[in-house]
């Protein structure tokens, strides 16, 4: 019985640590009012916590989180990073799902701009910023790398579309993958979403596959 009861005691440390690297927090009014809700794990149907479509604001403490506007994660989802959400643009009172970016998906490969060994799956993974829509003006292309702040590229709050070649990429509003974050799969993006044009800060490949179990609608 002892030993059960240590090996219990032991499984729910472990899931305490796992949740624990996580945490976000919804407001039921803009600017971080009314009611609350903190979330440390997946959860794919917000319709069981009273919280469906009421989320105005939030706050990000720890970690990279997909927030979705219908239920397991369906409808238009975006990836928001650590940071303070005044309020959520689109998003706002239409949040049905959410959950963390799975901690097995790379997303700090290439981090402060290392680049990945040779011969990996990875080597091709590319994506092209461009100044105008449909792919028009200067464009900036990342192969792999990571780049925490675009302020010394020249590219910065410059971005108006996107080519993503391979792999799977997201592109940030602020330095060091802080503020709004989006996730980009393959494709041409010939205009970026609402709120993100020329506001994309920093960004990185965070993996090959689409690193969750369900994929978004992209546009």
Same mark, same amino acid.
């Given at each position: ?26 407001y039921e009014d803009a600017n971080f009012a009314g009611r609350e809700m903190t979330v440390e794990q997946t959860m794919s149907n917000l319709g069981n916590t009273r919280f469906n479509d009421r989320a105005?604001?939030?706050? $990000?403490?720890? @970690?990279? +989180?997909?927030? =979705?506007? %219908? *239920?397991? !994660?369906?409808?238009? /989802?975006?990836?928001?990073? #650590? &940071? ?32 990945p060994e040779p011969g990996r799956r990875n080597s091709g993974a590319r994506a092209t910023l461009y100044e105008h829509i449909d792919m028009g003006g200067r464009s900036m292309s990342m192969r792999n ?18 080519? $993503?070649?391979? @792999?799977? +990429?997201?592109? =940030?509003? %602020? *330095?060091? !993958?802080?503020?709004? /974050?989006?996730?980009?799969? #393959? &494709? ?32």
């Amino acid at each position: 019985m002892k030993k059960r009861l240590s090996y219990l005691v032991a499984a729910l440390c472990l899931a305490a640590a796992g949740t624990a690297s996580a945490s976000v927090t919804f407001y039921e009014d803009a600017n971080f009012a009314g009611r609350e809700m903190t979330v440390e794990q997946t959860m794919s149907n917000l319709g069981n916590t009273r919280f469906n479509d009421r989320a105005r604001s939030a706050i $990000v403490n720890r @970690g990279q +989180w997909e927030v =979705c506007v %219908d *239920a397991d !994660f369906g409808g238009d /989802c975006q990836v928001l990073g #650590p &940071g303070r959400y005044p309020g959520l643009g689109g998003l706002t009172g239409r949040v049905s799902s959410v959950r963390p970016l799975a901690s097995n998906t790379n997303s700090d490969r290439g981090y402060n701009g290392r680049m990945p060994e040779p011969g990996r799956r990875n080597s091709g993974a590319r994506a092209t910023l461009y100044e105008h829509i449909d792919m028009g003006g200067r464009s900036m292309s990342m192969r792999n790398n990571a780049m925490p702040n675009f302020e010394n590229t020249g590219f910065n709050d410059r971005a108006s579309s996107l080519r $993503v070649e391979s @792999g799977y +990429w997201m592109f =940030c509003s %602020d *330095a060091n !993958f802080n503020g709004e /974050c989006r996730t980009f799969g #393959p &494709g041409d993006y010939s205009r970026l979403p609402a709120g993100f044009n020329d506001r994309i800060s920093s960004g990185r490949r965070i993996s090959d596959e689409y690193p969750y179990s369900q994929r978004p609608n992209w546009r």
